[in-house]
């Protein structure tokens, strides 16, 4: 008899326990899986919507152009004037060459070429003397311009070596001989801007006589010249 209760109560432990765990498997399927469905369809949607926030911020908003200084306005000027100048471009050679040292010989300027939005004022030197001292010259000119983190820096105007060539000097080196091109540009076409209707070339309106001041003006005798004409 205690051996068919023991049994009995085994038994009925045995029920409880998996009656427990078909609950548990029950719960799994029908609330915790779902939850996390649910869960990562909600991440989904929120990774889908930052994009579509992103794509929409990169339409809508423009991106601003960087501010123009008239700080640099200046240095673009004096690295490309919008007129040719070939006495300023003669003298500005000279005063590199004076600096290092350097006599030419002769100096060659030839006319404007003109390739679209600028020009391009070629300019032939003929060097004889030490091969240091061309080459303080070049090092010199080719930094009258230069863009040092993204900073324009200009002393002069802008110079490019287009082309040079060396011979024996009438003494042993360093004496060479030197013939040489370069380069300065002009911006645009090489034309002043046109001055505004009602402008003097300054830039500023013509003063108006003042009222009371206006006299007739009489009429000039027969024969008469304008002083200076």
Do not use: C
């Not at 004076?98 to 300027?109: D, K, L, R, Y």
């Amino acid at each position: 008899m205690s051996e068919l209760s023991k049994l009995r109560t085994e038994v009925k432990i045995a029920l409880v326990a998996g009656g427990v765990l078909l609950g548990l498997v029950a719960g799994w399927f029908l609330v915790v899986a779902p939850k996390r469905h649910d869960a990562s369809a909600l991440k989904q949607q929120i990774a889908d919507t930052r994009d579509q926030i992103s794509v929409a911020q990169g339409v809508k908003t423009p991106t601003a152009p960087p501010p123009i200084r008239v700080a640099d306005l200046f240095k673009l000027s004096r690295a490309m004037p919008n007129t040719a100048d070939i006495p300023g471009v003669i003298l500005q050679l000279s005063s590199v060459a004076a600096e290092t040292g350097v006599q030419f010989e002769s100096i060659t300027p030839h006319d404007p070429v003109s390739y679209g939005a600028y020009q391009q004022v070629a300019v032939d030197l003929s060097f004889e003397g030490r091969f240091y001292d061309l080459s303080d010259f070049l090092y010199r000119l080719r930094n009258l311009v230069g863009v040092h983190h993204g900073v324009l820096n200009a002393t002069g105007r802008l110079f490019t070596v287009d082309s040079i060539t060396f011979n024996q000097g009438t003494e042993n080196f360093p004496q060479v001989k030197a013939t040489l091109t370069v380069s300065a540009y002009v911006f645009g076409d090489g034309t002043a801007p046109p001055v505004p209707n009602g402008l003097t070339p300054t830039g500023t309106a013509p003063a108006s006589p003042a009222i009371g001041d206006t006299q007739p003006v009489p009429a000039a005798p027969a024969g008469a010249t304008a002083v200076g004409a």
